[in-house]
């Protein structure tokens, strides 16, 4: 079984991230970039399906500048086979990112797609989604685990009220939430033998896809700051101010 | 204009998230149909005619859309989507599962998780675990949106709406449901309380949480946690307040034993009014409090629900 696993580079998920002064975005002048987290638990998923002898190859894809070679690096030396760059300098929405990765999908034909959930930039929580719509595949989304077996994969999804599970015909999409696993770290051994596995490069203006997003953005501004109120004595204090100052409780 | 709305429900009951979307349509205005699909569900259609602002209710009715499968909703929205200008979803599990495919399948971007109205086709959104806040304007012939509810004000009720019966049929064979594990409460859903009482990694366990139930029952709030306490196995993910978990804005929020993580923030900081009860006085949660009590949480919580 062949498994693709998309990965973005994103903003370090440690990295305190600042509006820039015009309010044009965020500033990301040197600042720390990282596989985005979600994508990182989705690289380990497909890592331990192969372990389990349940996936043969490990393809690992992202769309970008030249720069996420580095984050298709790192997803080679945690053990993912081979690499494929979609090179582009444009800022893409998801359904762009998705129609290329459409493109992969179709040259690929893996058996399972596994994405992030969501990217901890933009926190949009689409691609996996319209992957799995232009595909016409079937979706598990925030996925805390799962389960292949006889073409089927059964996906725990985590949900508002609880957890769901639903099963899926494969081909199929499943995207991760944070509790699926915990990703491993990268040997020093396996990132000087991920130097070796080969990536592709390919030029995104090349695979036909329309490159332009229908959706501007307008400004990025600082969230409004909540300030600190008052520090009360005791309990009795507390249940006053509730009760005729902020008079949320009668 | 003309607006399309999916009704958040589980097929028994209407939820709080849908009046609130009804509210946030008439800011950009025209006709507001709501779309209620599920499978024995007509009490939910007649919840749903009987918000103001309702111009129609679309109701399928099937067990094709029991579970709504994203598969089989984004179908069925599809084919009636013609006609409307917006199509809205709660930003709950449920809207973010179909609606990328809708946006997909249309051909135009989805805009997620909007906490604002500019205008018909401008919205605002958080990006950055909300640590910055996006205005974007769309040029797309159908706006497909993800509204984040606890944003916006509920619609009052009003007279009925008409209810209309669609027979469109859609079960894609791509998924289907295994089986759900659902925490029954007696307790108001964290997106929907009014009052919410939040144990952090201070609560040390997850019996101790039972501490909180007292003052719950009081209050009639709904009972969260930080992701430091779901991690640390004391309480299961679905009571996660935090970007990572729910995003809530209650009138009342009680932090107990919570430091106050950037991410925990995130999910809460839109609350009216924040308490915090820490040993700490130097936790962050204090910072963005209106009312910090430093102190034992095993001494004050007792005290507390006598007090109440």
């Known amino acids: ?250 | 204009m003309s607006i399309l709305i999916y009704a958040e429900h589980d097929n028994t009951e209407l939820k709080a998230e849908t009046a609130k979307l009804i509210h946030a349509a008439s800011q950009i205005g025209g006709d507001i149909d709501v779309l209620v699909a599920g499978h024995d569900c007509a009490a939910v259609a007649q919840a749903a005619a009987s918000i103001s602002g309702v111009t129609r209710v679309l109701v399928a009715d099937s067990s094709c859309y029991e579970y709504q499968l994203a598969e089989n909703i984004s179908a069925l929205v599809v084919e009636i989507a013609d006609g409307y200008s917006h199509i809205l979803a709660a930003a709950t599990t449920t809207g973010k599962n179909f609606m990328p495919r809708v946006a997909a399948l249309k051909d135009v971007a989805q805009i997620s998780d909007i906490i604002a109205i500019e205008s018909a086709d401008t919205f605002v959104r958080p990006i950055y675990a909300g640590n910055a806040i996006a205005t974007v304007q769309s040029s797309d012939t159908v706006k497909v949106m993800t509204v984040r509810a606890s944003a916006f004000d509920a619609a009052s009720l009003g007279s009925a709406a008409p209810i209309e019966t669609l027979t469109q049929l859609h079960d894609a064979g791509l998924s289907s449901f295994v089986n759900a594990e659902l925490t029954v409460s007696e307790r108001p859903e964290l997106t929907a309380a009014s009052v919410i009482i939040s144990g952090g990694r201070g609560m040390q366990n997850g019996e101790n949480f039972a501490l909180l139930n007292g003052i719950a029952d009081k209050l009639g709030a709904a009972i969260g946690a930080s992701r430091a306490a779901v991690d640390a196995g004391f309480v299961p993910n679905d009571m996660q307040v935090g970007q990572t978990g729910k995003i809530v804005a209650p009138q009342l929020y009680i932090a107990v034993g919570i430091s106050g993580a950037i991410q925990h923030l995130a999910g809460m900081k839109d609350s009216k009014v924040i308490v915090a009860i820490n040993k700490d006085e130097e936790a962050p949660i204090f910072q963005i409090a209106d009312y910090g009590l430093v102190g034992d949480l095993f001494d004050i919580l007792p005290e507390l629900e006598a007090a109440l």
């Open chain 1, 1 to 250: 079984m062949k498994i693709l696993v998309p990965v973005k580079r994103a903003i370090d998920y440690n990295v305190k991230v600042k509006v820039k002064a015009d309010e044009s975005n965020v500033d990301l002048a040197n600042v720390k970039m990282s596989i985005n987290p979600f994508c990182e638990i989705a690289v380990e998923e497909a890592i331990r399906l192969k372990e389990s002898g349940i996936a043969s190859e490990i393809v690992v894809v992202s769309i970008g500048t030249l720069a996420c070679v580095e984050q298709i690096r790192t997803a080679l030396a945690l053990g993912a086979d081979r690499g494929i760059h979609i090179q582009t300098d444009a800022d893409l929405d998801s359904l762009q990112i998705a129609k290329l990765l459409q493109t992969v999908v179709v040259k690929e034909s893996p058996d399972l797609v596994i994405l992030g959930k969501q990217a901890i930039d933009s926190d949009n929580n689409q691609t996996g989604q319209m992957l799995a719509a232009l595909t016409n595949m079937g979706q598990g989304t925030f996925a805390s685990k799962v389960a292949v077996a006889d073409g089927q994969v059964a996906v725990t999804r985590e949900i508002d009220g609880g957890l769901q599970t639903v099963s899926l015909t494969l081909p199929a999409i499943v995207t991760t939430d944070l509790r699926l696993n915990e990703p491993r770290y990268a040997s020093l051994p396996n990132i000087m033998k991920a130097k070796r596995k080969p990536v592709e490069t390919i030029d995104a203006e090349s695979l036909g896809v329309n490159l332009t997003s229908n959706v501007k953005l307008l400004k990025v501004s600082a969230p409004a700051q909540r300030s600190g109120g008052v520090k009360v004595a005791d309990v009795a204090e507390l249940v006053a101010k509730l009760k005729t100052e902020a008079k949320v409780i009668s």
